[in-house]
Each structure stands twice: as C-alpha cells, then as structure tokens.
C-alpha cells in the first residue's frame, strides 16, 4: 500500500513537471465584512448590512457570479445589490439583513460557489439572544 501511495504522488509530480498547469491549484478567497455596526451579540429585530467581496482567477469566474449562492440561518434577507464586478476578477454584493433567530440562537452566513475548476464557501456566524 506504501509503494502504490508513494508511485502515485511520483506520478503527480511528474506530471506537474511535464504540464505546469495540471500542478497548479485553485486560488480563490471570499470575505464577508460588517458595514453597520459590528456587535458581539444581536437582538431579534436588528438590522445589519454586509458586505461579500469574492476574489477568484478569471479562468474559473468565465460565468460571472452565477455560481455563487448566498444562505441564511438565523436571518431574513430585507434587501440585497447584485454582484458588482470590481476589478478582473473581484466582485461584490451588498446584503441588508433583519435578525429573525433560531432555536440555536446563532445566524449565518454561508456563502458557496461552485465552480468547475474549483469551489470554495465561506461562513460568517453572529450570536442572537432573545
């Protein structure tokens, strides 16, 4: 078993040698940055604003940001941007949320894209009492 694991990482690394491109890997990166006031502890009822800044290499973005999908936990969506494209390969969205709650008393952010040369998600978690 040893021998088969050790033949097939040679292997990979020849092939990295031979063709550069099959030996790179996918470079992608989210961030989700508070806009109003970032809290330790949220209320029912509160507002927040975000904002979702996506960086990815323009060869695997060929679509835009259809890809990407936004879920909520914990959170209502009130109003939300479209994907505004920044720079060659950097997007951002807006997000408007109200904090609704759940029997965790944690809300989410999860941001997810799927992509065919590479995905990658992202979370941000705020703590809710009642």
Excluded: H
């Amino acid at each position: 078993m040893k021998l088969k694991n050790t033949l097939v990482i040679l292997g990979l690394l020849f092939l990295g040698m031979v063709n550069p491109s099959l030996a790179q890997t996918t470079k992608a990166s989210a961030v989700i940055e508070v806009l109003s006031e970032n809290k330790e502890t949220y209320a029912l009822g509160d507002q927040m604003e975000l904002r979702v800044s996506i960086t990815v290499t323009p060869e695997i973005c060929t679509d835009g940001m259809e890809r990407t999908k936004i879920y909520l936990s914990g959170l209502e969506l009130a109003k939300e941007s479209d994907w505004q494209q920044v720079s060659s390969g950097r997007w951002t969205k807006i997000l408007s949320l109200k904090v609704v709650g759940n029997k965790k008393n944690e809300g989410k952010i999860t941001v997810l894209r799927k992509a065919d040369k590479g995905d990658f998600f992202i979370q941000k978690k705020i703590r809710i009492y009642e």
